[in-house]
């Protein structure tokens, strides 16, 4: 078994590496960097469904979490100037796992009081939060203040994006499976019979929303180093409810619907370009009727593989 | 794992072999492919694009200068462009937001193929998308990014405004020339950028030319009382008190010094111009002067024909953006005419030369640090949201 998962990894490495090159040669860029920012959006969508969908509470700082990994990764990269390293592909991944790490720790903070809280006031709260973290960021000099950041080293391409949407992608999977994605699950149903069962609700809470931060800080740093400029304007709340959408437009709760809703929401308002003026007109109205015709997500709460396995059965 | 367990090693093996396949089936094409050969104008166009906010919280930026941009391209054309080539412009809206620019200005120089690429008001944003302009080697002019950051990206960013700094200098040879006035106390918000570059061409200019700083004191953006500052400024009695900051702490500024007695002419930079300047500052901002880009005031004739023609086109009086897209516009089609052959190359080894532009907003010289040297307007507050032009200080 263990050399059947090598093999595994090893195979999606290796394809991961020829589509890069491949698309690199062979592709317009514009069309691979729209493809590339499919990725971040599924990144992000992934990691919001956790909180939103699995755990059934309702954040909206989503995009503060992605800017403190995007801050930090690009500090050690760029600000600090450590060492040659970090220019490197492989300094930039640990920049972008010690974002992660950084956007995991603002998670834990930002959850420990707030979680306490429902609905409503918890979507408040993680707003509130997530602006607070934002106008940090305004204001530290050393980071560009409002100016912004520049000169991030643009390593962020297919393969590197792409790879982590794979390990997102299973480590979500594998938590989902584990007994702690049951507990997790369980606390979306009902917390009261939840905790009736013997499950400590807001430790789970905060196991969804760390991890969940986790992922939205990878999200980020792959996001700086692939635009190598960031400003506090990128992560406004306009970015949170982006990625509301995404997990809303996938299915809330379905790993895979989520990916669906990352694609969809980067790549509609690309696709749109045509209509000029009219592009966030129209964008808006067909999510609109997306959510007329499938009012719980493409996929709902179940995902694709399920779908087509009970297709095959009937 | 249902979906990987469902596939057999052999599988895996094949995507293996696929990848290896894909790795070495690519061969490199010619000149790599961050080469901009592709985007020299062939046939009878000439491709330009444009990128701006015309959505989102900066949306009047961006439409203004689109304006701005829009007439400029339609009367070159009408004239029958360039050598007979008529110039096509691709605009994208990048909604106010840095990730969109860079995006977009992607798409601009790969997929539509443009020779060069004019935009973006916003530092921030021309600096993001600059910075892919400068990777393919496209020509870009900003037509009012004044952070200095913005052309030091590389040598194929240019702007057509002045730099921040340079308003400084400005109004340090206005309030030595024209006011007469030779004892001048500095007050910088020591947080901004802006501020301090202004505050520090201003104490050099003022010193070279025989005035005398008398007190130089800093603020930070945000604070709300300024007396125990002001009241040392008043100990030193200055004529004029410079304020290279931002309408809203300068209309306090200005309150409190009024209510201390200082008596000393206030002078500031384009940070002033904002309605809200008088709102917030009272009669107590009115008798100060700042500098800005442009006014519709200017009373010579480029001025007033730029100004009537855009009145009669959009029915509303240019904006300084709208001129200023104008002047992008215009600069870019001059150095396209100069230019040796038609290519993005030759065409920024002309905009690098670009003398003595009779522009909208003055004469445009641009520098070998590929920013504009031109002239700036002195504007005087006379009454609430009225400015009126004063002159115009050349550099």
């Known amino acids: ?314 | 794992m249902i979906l990987l367990k469902t596939m057999t090693p052999r599988a895996f093996l094949a995507f293996g072999i696929l990848a290896i396949f894909l790795n070495f089936g690519c061969v490199k094409k010619e000149g790599g492919s961050l080469s901009s050969s592709a985007n020299v104008p062939t046939g009878n166009e000439i491709w330009v694009g444009e990128y701006g906010s015309m959505t989102g919280s900066e949306s009047t930026f961006g439409v203004s200068t689109h304006k701005g941009i829009l007439m400029a391209l339609d009367e070159v054309n009408k004239a029958g462009g360039i050598n007979g080539k008529k110039i096509q412009l691709k605009s994208y809206d990048d909604q106010g937001q840095a990730a969109e620019a860079v995006t977009i200005i992607t798409k601009l120089i790969t997929q539509d193929k443009v020779s060069l690429i004019l935009g973006e008001v916003a530092s921030s944003r021309s600096i993001a998308a600059g910075t892919v302009a400068q990777q393919y080697k496209i020509p870009m002019v900003s037509p009012s990014s004044t952070n200095p950051k913005v052309t030091q990206v590389g040598d194929y960013i240019f702007r057509v405004c002045f730099i921040d700094p340079f308003q400084g200098s400005v109004m340090a040879k206005f309030a030595i020339n024209n006011l007469k006035l030779k004892k001048a106390a500095i007050f910088r918000d020591i947080k901004a950028d802006y501020s301090v570059g202004l505050a520090n061409f201003f104490v050099d200019e003022y010193k070279k030319m025989g005035g005398e700083i008398v007190a130089d004191v800093s603020y930070s953006g945000g604070d709300m009382d300024f007396k125990s500052q002001l009241t040392s400024i008043k100990g030193k009695n200055p004529d004029v008190l410079f304020i290279p900051g931002y309408y809203t702490e300068v209309g306090l500024v200005a309150r409190q010094a009024r209510e201390l007695g200082l008596k000393a002419v206030l002078l500031g930079g384009d940070g002033w111009d904002s309605e809200k300047l008088t709102e917030i500052g009272g009669d107590a901002v009115v008798g100060g002067y700042f500098s800005n880009h442009y006014s519709h005031e200017d009373k010579s004739p480029v001025v007033q024909n730029f100004v009537a023609q855009f009145k009669a086109r959009y029915g509303e009086v240019p904006s300084g953006l709208a001129a200023q897209g104008y002047d992008a516009a215009m600069v870019a089609v001059d150095a396209m005419k100069r230019a040796t052959e038609m290519s993005p190359k030759a065409f920024r080894e002309a905009l690098a030369q670009t003398k003595n532009f009779q522009g909208v907003t003055g004469m445009i010289t641009i520098n070998e640090e590929r920013n504009a040297v031109k002239p700036a307007v002195v504007l005087k507050v006379v009454g609430p949201q009225k400015f009126s032009y004063i002159t115009t200080i050349n550099p």
């Open chain 1, 1 to 314: 078994m263990k050399i059947f998962q090598v093999a595994i990894l090893l195979g999606v490495v290796a394809l991961l590496w020829g589509l890069n090159f491949f698309f690199e040669e062979n592709i317009n860029p514009y069309i691979l960097r729209v493809i590339i920012n499919c990725g971040i959006g599924m990144i992000l969508a992934m990691s919001l469904n956790l909180v939103n969908g699995c755990a059934g509470q309702f954040s909206l700082g989503h995009a503060g979490f992605m800017g403190v990994g995007a801050y930090m990764s690009a500090t050690i990269t760029t600000v600090l100037n450590l060492s040659p390293f970090f220019q490197t592909d492989l300094g930039v991944g640990c920049a972008i796992v010690t974002g992660g790490i950084a956007a995991a720790i603002a998670g834990y903070l930002v959850g420990l009081p707030s979680l306490r809280l429902k609905g409503d006031y918890l979507a408040i709260v993680t707003l509130g939060f997530g602006e607070i973290i934002r106008i940090c960021f305004l204001n530290i000099e050393s980071v560009g203040g409002a100016r912004g950041l520049s000169g991030i080293p643009p390593k962020s391409n297919f393969f590197w994006v792409y790879l982590w949407v794979v390990i997102t992608f299973v480590a979500l999977l594998r938590l989902l499976r584990s007994s702690y994605g049951r507990a997790i699950l369980s606390v979306r149903e009902n917390e009261i019979a939840a905790e009736s069962m013997g499950i400590d609700i807001s430790r789970y809470k905060i196991v969804a929303f760390v991890v969940s931060s986790f992922f939205a800080g990878i999200a980020g740093g792959l996001f700086a180093h692939l635009q190598s400029f960031i400003d506090p304007n990128s992560f406004v709340f306009n970015k949170s409810i982006e990625a509301v959408i995404m997990v809303v437009i996938g299915g809330m709760g379905s790993l895979s619907g989520a990916i669906f809703g990352g694609i969809i929401v980067s790549l509609l308002p690309e696709l749109l370009r045509v209509f000029e003026q009219y592009r966030m007109v129209i964008f808006p109205l067909i999510l609109i009727i997306l959510m007329l015709v499938r009012p719980m997500g493409l996929l709902g709460h179940k995902e694709i593989w399920e779908i087509f396995r009970k297709k095959a059965s009937s």
